[in-house]
Every structure is written in C-alpha cells, then in structure tokens.
C-alpha cells in the first residue's frame, strides 16, 4: 500500500488536499489518506470489474429462474455500496501496520535465479494459504451461531450476478478478506506482487458470481469456479472454498457442481422456456389448424 499511498500523496494529497506543513508519515494523515484510497479503489474495482462481467460474461437469462430475486441487481449494489466504507475500516488498520513496516513485504527482486525463484514459490503459497484459510472462515462463518447475523445476507441471493460478488456483510467481508492481510506479515512477499495479487483475488471473487459454468476439462477436478460457487448459495452446505476444491474434498464438502451434469439453474431455466416454447408452439399450431379448418373438418 506504500506504493499506492506514495504516487497518491505525490500527484494529489500534497499538492491539492494537505497543508504543506502535515508530514507524509504522519500516522493521522496516513490513516485519512489510507481510506479515501482504500474506498475508492474498491468502489472502483468493483463497479469496473463486475459490470464487465454483468455485460459480457454473465448470462441473462438466469435472471428468468424462479429463485432470482425482485430488483436484485440493484439490491446487490445497493448492499456492495453501504457494506464497502464499514469493511474499509479494519482494512485500514492493516493497511496502516503494513505502511508502518510491520510486514514482511519487500520491494527488491534480488540476484536471479533465487530471487524470482521465491517470488513464484510467493505466489504459489499465497494462492494455497488463503484458499485454506479462507475455506475455514467460510466454513465457521456457516455455524448457527453466527451464519444468521454475518453471512446470511449473502446467501440471500440464491442465482447470484457479478454484483453480488462483494455483497457482504461488513464483519463477513472482512473476515473473508482477512487471509489475504495475514500473508504478508507472516511470508515474505514482493510489493508489487501483493498488489496484483489483491486485485486479482477481488477480479476472482467477481468471477465465480459471474454465472459462466464452463471450466477447462482438464482443470475441473482442482478449480473451485462459478459453478460450485453457485451450488454453495442454493445448497449452503458444500463447495466453501475459493479458488481450489481441495480443501472441501479434505474437509467433505465437495459437490459435484450440479451444472456439470446438467442440471445447474442454466439447465433448468432452458428446459422452462423450452417447455414454454412448446406449448406455445402447440397453441399456435392448434390456431394455424383452426383457421385451415383442420380441427373442423375431423368433427
Ligand atoms: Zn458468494
Ligand atoms: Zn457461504
């Protein structure tokens, strides 16, 4: 975040917002500055990413399933914007330890191989320790005494959008999020990469909302995609995790996403307006009969 915060205090807060007399490492300033950038970049990444996916990937006609809410596009939004500042604030915090230099993050590649040999292996365990922790959080998240409070809201929306890919409740969100803040004060991490990858997750995170069932053959028995995610909001009880199945194939939750055997709410939304089809087809096949006077003649 001290990259972010350094070109934002270069080209605005310096020059435009601040008093030239309130030092840049002044921990209130920093603190302030922190959640105008940290709000702004999720509104941002959310708005942007999801209304491409809702535009561009996301089938419409999921919207026509019977489990698909009244005005829920804009109820998804409309949650995502007031749930957004609340999860900003512990995130901060993090953020602010992370700028103190608390953190293991570092901003120097170092001598090739070795160094961009660990960037990768980074990568690598970054992607593997916050899909198992995530996974856990999840799963605690779905206990009775908690799941009503927290992490009900986000299983309002059974046949979820792209929108519906940050419609949390703030305590859910964050503790959801929080994987990826522990990393770094644990691991060593590339600044640049943490960066990325943090994007990358919240592209992710839209991503198995976005109603495109389809996995690469050869990766679906290890991805955690769209249509287990689905699954989970229909069914509560399987597929928690968020870029891999290993863990809930470790933990026993694993399902067999229900779309790739044909029967996701995709399927079942076609086999209604085929059926619809039909019968509309024979109602007009019956009038074309009428008026040829079919019907007529076999009485
Ligand atoms: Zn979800
Ligand atoms: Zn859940």
Known sequence: MDLVLSVADYYFFTPYIYPATWPEDDIFRQTISLLIVTNIGAYILYFVCATLSYYFVYDHSLMKHPQFLKNQVSREIKYTIQA????????????LLELRGYSKLYDDVGEFPSGWFQLV??????LFFTDMLIYWIHRGLH???????IHKPHHIWKIPTPFASHAFHPVDGFMQGLPYHIYPFIFPLHKVVYLALYVLVNIWTISIHDGDFRVPQILMPFINGSAHHTDHHIFFDCN?????TLWDRIGGSFKTPSSFEGKGPL???KKVMEEKGNSHADKDCKNEKLLNGEFMKTE
């Open 121 to 126: 292996v980074s990568v690598v365990s970054f």
């Open 84 to 95: 957004l500042p609340w999860m900003s604030i512990p995130t901060v915090a993090l953020f």
């Open 240 to 244: 928690y995790g968020q870029y891999f």
């Open 267 to 269: 399927s079942y939304v």
């Open 143 to 149: 206990h009775r005494l908690v799941y009503k409070r």
